[in-house]
């Protein structure tokens, strides 16, 4: 059976201070990858997406990159982080592309002060 | 621009009754309608989806009509459960892409 991870749980940051929130996939080779964010009662916007190793798609801009360093870890990022950026962060993954089901992760809670 | 769009906002019915979810989208490209359930302080999954070439898909309690002429699609969750209370996304794909447009979301309180 596949899991998903994603870490930290929650995090509390300073506007300006850098972040970096994981995903891993358990029991899937080569899985499409996606980035989520979602503010408190909002809809969930997509922001990267991954199809191979190496390959990084972005979907919107909101100061933030995505890496994807191997088939199972996607990494989201940002040198300086800004008030906006509170939210919630999924990470989620299909056997193929949009058209196919997105198992989400657990999430990952960030509140930027 | 929201290109998915959801309505009621919230929605309140009695236990047993049906809940009639609707979803309108703006790109004729999409062709793919999958809706998602989230709980509060988990991530979405989902509940049943349908593709452009069908107008109705059942999977037990869950029906979705789809027009394709009107652009809208419903969610019917039929004998509605407490339990079913939960955040209800309609998100919609088309396929020569791996981006996923999800809706405005409906907040759904089943009372017992």
């Known amino acids: 059976a596949q899991t998903i991870h994603q870490w930290p749980v929650a995090e509390i940051k300073a506007v300006g201070s850098p972040l970096s929130l994981g995903c891993t996939i358990k029991g899937k080779s080569s899985p499409n990858l996606y980035w989520y964010w979602q503010a408190t009662g909002g809809t969930l916007q997509q922001l990267f997406y991954s199809i191979t190793v190496g390959q990084v798609e972005s979907v919107v801009q909101l100061n933030l990159s995505a890496s994807r360093p191997k088939d199972d870890q996607f990494i989201l990022s940002t040198e300086k982080l800004l008030l906006s950026h509170s939210g919630f962060y999924l990470c989620a993954w299909s056997h193929r592309g949009g058209q196919d089901t997105q198992y989400f992760g657990p999430g990952t809670r960030l509140l930027v002060l | 621009q929201q290109q998915v769009r959801q309505s009621p906002q919230s929605l309140t019915v009695w236990e047993g009754e049906t809940a009639i979810l609707n979803c309108s989208y703006e790109?004729?490209?999409?062709?793919?309608f999958p809706w998602y359930q989230q709980f509060p302080g988990e991530g979405p999954a989902l509940l049943i989806a349908i593709r452009s070439v069908s107008d109705k898909k059942e999977d037990g309690g869950f029906t979705i009509f789809f027009n394709k002429r009107e652009k809208n699609l419903s969610l019917h969750i039929k004998d509605s459960q407490p339990g079913d209370s939960a955040t209800y996304f309609c998100?919609?794909?088309?396929?020569?892409?791996?981006?996923?447009?999800f809706g405005t979301g409906t907040r759904l309180q089943v009372s017992p």
């Open positions: 998100a919609a794909a088309s396929s020569n892409t791996d981006k996923v447009v």
């Open positions: 790109n004729s490209a999409f062709d793919y």
